[in-house]
């Protein structure tokens, strides 16, 4: 039986329903409301966040799709597609749509702004995972072509001997022997190409593989080849993991994503920190204790450039 109820009426009774969250029943409602007026982006909003809470992330995505072709300025489209990349592995995609909430939720002050901000450094440091774990299986194919060219070669050589010949052996005996030395060569090359970076380790070890080989396995290195690296180089010590302090918000000592300077003294802090200072009434810069509002600051391109770089390289910085 068709529901008497408006599109708006049905909204109101999916919010009641996520409030107790009875998420199945607040998709059902929102669903409805959707089937009435499908030109509205909140109702696809509110199904996203609650196809969130219940883990149904492609969904999310599906939802949230639509809610920026409604409204291209929906903070929060953004926000729940890019949270629902990041639990589908999917961190460039995620980290491209985080961008554009970010950007928005300043533009609108949005209360979400923090969270994004969370959200973009953990998607940096999965695309530092993946570039990783991308170049480790990069490394690994290259192996196992060269390899192969090295065996064919040899194979060439050894079928064109003539086996009548008084020296078939002598010769045989080198061509295995060139073999052995090319392919220890190679293998060298391709060990110090694959070392795996020992701050990515930890977390290449708790992310399921995408695809390709484990670069814990080290599939193109010899067995002896990787036991002197498991004994050598991965037992060296480690030079301490340290974030530049230029790099560090002066209120929270956290990593800057989006560094902004205060004109009037000539500091940088982290520009949702400040966004949030200002928010408890505190119109003053936090350091210098001079008279600062937000439009007193202007960014940091500069040290933008230097952080993103540091980061790209090394992700672990997101936890530091």
């Known amino acids: 039986m068709a529901s008497n109820l408006t599109a708006e009426q049905h909204k109101l009774k999916g919010n009641d329903y996520f409030k107790t969250k009875s998420f199945d029943d607040a998709i059902q409602e929102y669903s409805t409301a959707i089937v009435k007026d499908p030109k509205v982006a909140t109702y696809y909003c509110n199904r996203a966040n609650c196809y969130l809470k219940l883990g149904r992330y492609s969904s999310v995505v599906s939802d949230c799709e639509r809610v920026v072709e409604l409204d291209p300025k929906s903070v929060k489209g953004y926000y729940f597609m890019g949270k629902a990349q990041l639990e589908l592995s999917q961190p460039f995609e995620a980290y ?5 909430a970010y950007e928005l939720a300043l533009e609108q002050r949005s209360s979400f702004t923090k969270d994004i901000v969370m959200i973009i450094s953990e998607a940096k440091k999965q695309k530092w995972i993946e570039e990783e774990r991308r170049r480790l299986s990069q490394v690994s194919e290259t192996f196992r ?17 003539d086996r009548n010949a008084s020296d078939h052996q002598e010769c045989l005996q080198d061509l295995r022997s060139d073999r052995e ?51 050598a180089e991965v037992q060296q010590p480690l030079a301490p993991r340290e974030v530049p302090e ?30 949030e200072h200002f928010s408890y009434g505190r119109m003053f810069d936090p350091v210098a204790q001079v008279p600062l509002t937000e439009r007193d600051l202007i960014p940091n391109r500069a040290l933008k450039e230097a952080c993103d770089d540091f980061l790209s390289k090394n992700g672990w910085a997101v936890d530091y």
């Open 96 to 100: 491209s749509v985080l961008k554009k």
């Open 145 to 161: 072509y060269l390899s192969g060219l090295i065996e064919q070669d040899i194979q060439g050589q050894i079928d064109a001997l």
């Open 181 to 231: 030395h090319r392919l220890r060569q190679l293998d060298s090359i391709m060990q110090r190409a694959g070392t795996v970076d020992e701050y990515a380790r930890p977390y290449l070890r708790s992310m399921q593989p995408s695809g390709g080989a484990s670069p814990e396995e080290s599939p193109y290195l010899s067995t002896e080849s990787s036991e002197k690296l498991g004994s």
């Open 246 to 275: 230029y790099m560090l918000d002066k209120i929270t000592f956290e990593f800057m994503h989006d560094p902004v300077i205060s004109t009037k003294s000539g500091i940088t802090y982290e520009r949702n920190t400040l966004l």
